[in-house]
Structure formats: structure tokens, C-alpha cells
């Protein structure tokens, strides 16, 4: 069986360090899509509250109101209303989208600054108030995103100030519409902290709350921890001879006579195939022949075997980013908070 353990010193500890650059804790809004990036939507939501966070981010309606109960304010990224809820605000992503929500629901306007994926072009500012104020929605903040915050580049830069341009028109046309107190925000992790002097309603953390940030090293910021370790447990050892082959397709061929144990946990559990004969536990262990649906080998004898307790090292190992090692790990597999 494979189990997942959650750090809270670790992600109370991340929370430290981003509420120290956003200069408060409710301008934290963590973002939980996606079962809480892997970790578990009511586990990391139970954790926030301790720690006093108020907002957070979701991409459905059943997200949130799973998490309902947990915060005063939740913004859900792509999806409809059909419970009418107090603390939840709807995005619209697109223009003609605005007739799609029910009036007097709460809204948010996402704007698109350069990234080419969701939201309304600055030039489609009026139109958008327009129709908001005519379908009787609630605005309550315009927000972008960043397409490249976690590089290197110029295009940070000027996504900024297109957002900026977009500020100064939405406060303008917020008082032609009669839009009170409009809220901005446009960071998630990586953006936040190339922010020296960040000073918007609110930043949308993900990663950099699950301790996996990863950034270059000019922008690197430290003290971060992974929150997230996967073990799993032993179902069987055996002593195999030299030469003796391991798994579907006996892929792996014993270098010298050795004990190698089977683990119950596989692709079916969210840990890829593709690391089949190619992955190393953090205390350097083997992984060998192919992992199958429920079971993965190792060459070595613990009962219970850390798995990883760095999503960025398992993506390494992929070429992928440890967004998706966590995302796709089961909903299934027990958590556990210590
Ligand atoms: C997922 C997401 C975030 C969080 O990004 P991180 O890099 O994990 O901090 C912020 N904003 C939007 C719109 C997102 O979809």
C-alpha cells in the first residue's frame, strides 16, 4: 500500500516565509485545485485554517464548496455557479462568457496580458463592464497570469505593466459602472517572489505553499520545504541469484546474488511507468525492472520505503514538473498529517 505523509511544520513553515513577502496572511489566497496539488483538498484546507488562512483558489464549484466551511473567500477559476454562495466568486474567462452566470453572482475578471490562454484583452475592458453591469453580476476584482513568473526573462516585466495599464482603465471604468472597491491580483508563487514590493489585494500561492517551487538560481528563494512524502509498503522479498530477472518482461537483470522486495504500489497509484528501471529513492535505492499497476520493486529489504519526499526529484528523473508527479498521485492513497 502506498501512503502519503504531510509535513505541517514543513507547510506551516512555507506559510511563514510567504506571508513575510506578502506582509499578511490574508493576502494568502492558496490555491487548491486539483485535490491541493496531490496533497488532499480537506487535509491541506484543515491545515490552512489552523494556520489562519482565509482565501483560496479552486477550478470547480465542487471544489469549493467542499472547502466552504474553511474560508471566507474562495475564487473558482473555471466553472458555473449553481449553488449561490456568499464567500464564492465565479471568473469569467472569456467575453461571451458573461451572460453564462446567473444575475447577482459574484465575479471576477480575468484579463489576458500577454499569456494567450484565458481571459479578455485589455481592449475589451469597456465591453466586458459593460456587459457585467448589464447582466447584473457582482464584479469584485479583475486578475491575470503571469506565463513566464518562474524564468528568467524580460516577459515578466512586461506582463506587469500591461497589467498596470489594466488597473488604471478597470479604476476608471469601475467608477462609469459603479463597481465599488474593485480588488486586483496577477501572482501566483514564482511571480510573488520576483515582487520586491508587492503590493496587490492578493497573491494566488500554489507550489511555493507545497514547498516545490523551482526557480533559477538568480531568483531562488530559500528555506522552502517539500510538504508531501510517498512510502509504501513491502508485500514480499525474495533472494534472487545473479542473472535472475525482475518483473513483467524481466527487464532487469541481477548484477550479483541479492534480496529485492516488492512494493504494493505502482502507475495505478499516480507514480509513472516511464521510471520503470530508472529511479532512485532518496536514500539511493534501486528501483528495478518495470513498475506494473500495483506493484514496483526495489532492490533492497525495508518494510516501509520512503518513496520520495521531493516531488522535483521524481520529475527530474521524468523530465516533467513536480506539479504534475503531485497531481497525479491518487485521491485514494491515505494521507497523513504529522
Ligand atoms: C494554478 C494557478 C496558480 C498557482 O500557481 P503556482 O505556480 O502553483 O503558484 C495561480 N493562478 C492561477 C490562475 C492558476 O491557475
Known amino acids: 500500500m502506498a501512503s502519503i505523509i504531510l509535513n505541517k511544520n514543513n507547510f ?3 506559510l511563514d516565509i510567504i506571508s513575510k513577502h506578502t506582509k499578511a496572511k490574508d493576502k494568502i489566497a492558496l490555491v487548491l485545485k486539483d485535490n491541493a496539488y496531490g496533497h488532499g483538498l480537506i487535509e491541506m484546507a484543515t491545515m490552512a485554517k489552523e494556520y489562519g488562512i482565509q482565501k483560496c483558489v479552486v477550478q470547480t464549484e465542487s471544489e469549493a464548496l467542499k472547502v466552504a466551511e474553511f474560508f471566507d473567500y474562495i475564487l473558482v477559476l473555471a466553472d458555473f455557479p449553481t449553488v449561490p454562495s456568499e464567500k464564492i466568486y465565479y471568473t469569467i474567462n472569456d467575453l461571451n462568457a458573461v451572460y453564462n452566470f446567473p444575475p447577482g453572482t459574484k465575479v471576477e475578471l480575468k484579463v489576458d496580458t500577454g499569456m494567450h ?7 475589451e475592458l469597456y465591453t466586458a463592464f459593460a456587459r457585467i453591469k448589464e447582466q447584473g453580476l457582482s464584479l469584485g476584482a479583475l486578475f491575470t497570469h503571469h506565463r513566464s513568473a518562474d524564468e528568467l526573462t524580460s516577459e515578466w516585466f512586461w506582463q506587469k505593466e500591461n497589467f498596470e495599464k489594466v488597473k488604471t482603465h478597470a479604476k476608471e471604468l469601475a467608477h462609469i459602472f459603479g463597481f465599488e472597491s474593485l480588488r486586483f491580483h496577477s501572482c501566483n508563487s514564482a511571480a510573488l517572489f520576483r515582487n520586491a514590493a508587492f503590493d496587490e489585494d492578493m497573491a494566488r500561492v500554489g507550489i511555493a505553499a507545497y514547498g516545490c517551487m523551482e526557480l533559477p538560481n538568480a531568483i531562488a528563494v530559500e528555506g522552502l520545504k517539500p510538504v508531501l512524502s510517498l512510502y509504501a509498503s513491502k508485500l514480499s522479498s525474495r533472494e534472487l541469484k545473479k542473472g535472475d530477472r525482475v518483473g513483467y518482461g524481466g527487464t532487469y537483470e541481477t548484477q550479483e546474488d541479492c534480496v529485492v522486495s516488492n512494493y504494493a504500489f505502482g502507475y495505478g497509484d499516480g507514480f509513472f511507468r516511464v521510471l520503470s528501471n530508472n529511479y532512485k529513492t532518496p536514500q539511493g535505492i534501486e528501483l528495478v525492472g518495470r513498475i506494473s499497476m500495483d506493484n514496483s520493486s526495489f532492490l533492497c529489504d525495508e ?23 503531485l497531481t ?11
Open 117 to 123: 490562454r484565458n481571459g479578455v484583452k485589455p481592449d
Open 328 to 338: 497525479s498521485l491518487k485521491p485514494e492513497i491515505t494521507r497523513k498529517i504529522v
Open 12 to 14: 506551516f513553515n512555507n
Open 303 to 325: 518494510d516501509e520505503l520512503l518513496i520520495f519526499n521531493d516531488a522535483r526529484s521524481v520529475a527530474a528523473f521524468t523530465q516533467t514538473i513536480s506539479y504534475e508527479v
